[in-house]
């Protein structure tokens, strides 16, 4: 799996954290994000407790450490060390990340992972395509809408 540690990005791109336990679908998403021609710099953590440390060095670094702060969060539910769901509880009760967007992208359909994924601050939730053109197009529009439309507020200044 990749390391859980990563430069900056050096050309001031956008970093998208993937937190995915799936070698398959790591390998799927990118190849998926290469072929959507992001501009972007796509980091990988396998699991939870990756996710968690990753961030927490981010945020203590202030983004001038070795981990960058994700300008977008891409998150599986069901992973090994830490649910994906206690994750997005400890993004959201971290005020460096109040402002980030959470995506939850996951096979899970269930409405109980749907309604706790919203309750914990999730900004989308959203099933993985089963066909690899279809996370082709799934990661041109997350990338278009999140990392080149949406506005966001700084780090530390969303309002609950």
Request: glycine share 8%.
């Amino acid at each position: 799996m990749e390391s859980a540690i990563a430069a900056p990005p050096s050309d001031g791109a956008p970093l998208i954290l993937l937190v995915e336990d799936n070698p398959d679908d790591v390998l799927l998403a990118k190849r998926a994000f290469k072929k959507a021609a992001l501009s972007a710099t796509m980091e990988v953590v396998s699991d939870g407790d990756e996710a968690v440390g990753y961030l927490d060095a981010a945020a203590q670094a202030g983004g001038g450490g070795q981990s960058a702060p994700p300008s977008l969060i891409l998150l599986d539910l069901k992973l090994p060390k830490r649910p994906g769901l206690e994750v997005l509880r400890w993004i959201r009760a971290n005020r460096h990340y109040d402002a980030t967007p959470v995506v939850v992208l996951t096979s899970s359909t269930e409405d109980e992972d749907i309604q706790k994924a919203y309750a914990l601050g999730a900004n989308s939730y959203l099933q993985k395509p089963v066909a690899f053109n279809g996370l082709v197009q799934l990661l041109g529009v997350l990338g278009l809408y999140w990392l080149q439309n949406n506005l966001t507020a700084s780090p530390g200044t969303a309002q609950r």
